[in-house]
């Protein structure tokens, strides 16, 4: 079982350090003085300190049900289990689900990855395409595995997203085949473009739909759920007592008082979504300039920009840059199997345009040594 390397690399990181390396949000967008106010006025109220209930904060299970049923996903509190990040909810799914198999895009998310291993899951991999995975390898490995893990918006590591026909073809096989699907969404309103329609709203009887306010408000709040069917939720209640008894009330408390304003949320999530393209749009021109040989497809949302650099071993490559306070994430950090030594993933939400010029600039020079 190896660490996440992200997560080791982030620990050698200094104030001079240029990181395209981990899937943080830009601090700078954190909306400091609405979360202030709304953490003076929760703790005015003792129960905001009180031992709470395992699935969540019903106040905050309702908003959280509402934003669903506004965009046409009929939801009630009911269909929602608060978790500590949706990591947690990974865990607590896998673990319900331990020594089962479990279908996976490769290359998918690591700490989802970790999970599956740590709870004994046989992992089966079908390759993704810049369309969402090879419907065929999908349809086989389902009818086995009973059981699939997929990011359909915006893929951590790939940036990639389904296409809409894809996310029908899913529908329909999980369907078929009497399946589950777990549909990781946490960069689901982090779009360029348009919002995507989740392939869960097509099958709400045969989905985990996992989201989470990581990306568009704070990561440190630790709020994460689990959307599914009531007879699903009902036995992962267990897990989730026996891991926390429930997620963190403060910070439950504080992000429901914050979201009672939800035209505040919605112009926090429109900034964020023009200010991210912003950089996405500066950091893939600086990338065509720079280090025209990196091959790579545009994300239309999300944080990442993967791609590659042919004939470079990216594990050498982010050593040497380690040492010049540049950091990325190699590819092969993402494979199970199938690895691929010339690719890379950057992470552009954090940094400057001055940063990213310097930083692809050093990547630079370090691939002629
Ligand atoms: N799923 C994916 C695809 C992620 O990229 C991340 C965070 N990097 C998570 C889940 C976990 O996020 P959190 O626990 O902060 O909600």
């Known amino acids: ?11 050698h990181t200094n104030n001079n350090t240029i990181s395209f390396a981990g899937g943080l949000p830009n601090a700078k967008l954190f909306p400091i003085e609405q979360l202030k106010k709304s953490a003076q006025v929760v703790l005015d109220d003792t129960s905001s300190l009180q031992y709470g209930n395992s699935t969540g904060y019903e106040k905050l299970k309702e908003k959280i049900a509402k934003l669903y049923s506004d965009d ?3 939801t009630t509190s009911s269909n929602i289990l608060i978790t500590s990040g949706s990591q947690q909810a990974l865990d607590i799914i896998s673990r319900f689900n331990s020594n089962k198999n479990i279908t996976i895009e490769t290359l998918s998310y690591l700490g989802a990855m970790n999970v599956f291993n ?7 991999t079908i390759n993704l395409q810049d369309d969402g995975c090879d419907i065929k390898q999908f349809k086989q490995s389902i009818s086995k595995t009973k059981l699939a893990y997929i990011i359909p918006d915006f893929q951590n590591p790939t940036g990639i997203s389904y296409s809409d026909k894809k996310r029908e073809q899913i529908a329909s096989i999980i369907k078929d085949t009497n399946s589950l699907v777990i549909e990781d969404s946490p960069y689901s309103e982090i779009y360029f ?3 995507f329609e989740s392939i869960s709203q097509k099958i709400p009887k045969n989905s985990y739909h996992l ?4 990306k568009v408000l704070a990561p440190s709040l630790r709020i994460g759920w689990i959307r599914a069917d009531e007879k699903l939720l009902e036995p992962l209640i267990a897990y989730k007592e026996a891991m926390d008894l429930h997620t963190n009330g403060l910070s439950q408390f504080i992000l429901n008082n914050y979201l009672e304003d939800i035209n505040e949320f919605e112009n926090h999530k429109n900034k964020i979504r023009k200010i991210y393209s912003k950089k996405m749009q500066i950091f893939c021109n600086f990338l065509d300039e720079v280090l025209p040989q990196f091959e790579y497809i545009k994300p239309k949302g999300g944080m990442f920009v993967y791609g590659r650099l042919e004939g470079i071993n990216t594990k050498e490559l982010v050593n040497k ?10 590819g092969v950090e993402f494979y199970i199997n199938n690895i691929k030594e010339d690719e890379i993933r950057f992470n552009f939400t ?3 345009p001055a940063q990213i010029f310097k930083g692809l600039n050093i990547i630079k020079s370090l691939i002629k040594e």
Request: glycine residues 4%; hydrophobic residues 40%; proline residues 2%.
């Open 1 to 11: 079982m190896k660490r996440s390397f992200i997560r080791e690399i982030l620990e």
């Open 72 to 74: 046409g996903f009929f």
């Open 118 to 124: 740590l709870n004994n899951m046989d992992i089966n």
């Open 193 to 195: 473009e348009k919002k």
């Open 211 to 214: 989201g989470s306010f990581s």
């Open 321 to 330: 840059c380690l040492k010049d306070d540049v950091l990325f994430v190699p």
């Open 350 to 352: 954090n940094s400057t």
